[in-house]
């Protein structure tokens, strides 16, 4: 086993060393189109599926990659109420990261009434989701 190892190793040095696996004379690869640009439902679900932060990096990225996500809705598709569902989830995000934090903090009650708190914005941000969908533009 040992002495095909070896052989593998130089085999691979030569082929390397060799020049094998690209001809230089090739027609250079062509670039790819640039990816389409997500739809309107598209974007509402990824508004919806934030995920609750753990740390405050992931926080900070959460509420960077929602109002990204609203940016978009406004400047492609001139919904009108993006900003309050962008707002809404972001709150959302940032009760359940001190929910997080009053458990950490071995503070029960108050983690429960954050975590309340955070459903029911979140419930409040569903449904302003759910009306940005009905008046996303039929694809």
Known sequence: MRGFACFAAAAAAISLSAGCGGNKSSDPPTPRAAAAAP???????ALERARAPVTAAALRSTIARLSATGAALRRRYHLPGAGAAVDAFAAAARTRARAAEAIRDSRPTAARRLFVTARRIDVRAQMLASDLAEHCPPQ
């Open 39 to 45: 739809s309107c439902a598209a974007l509402v679900t």
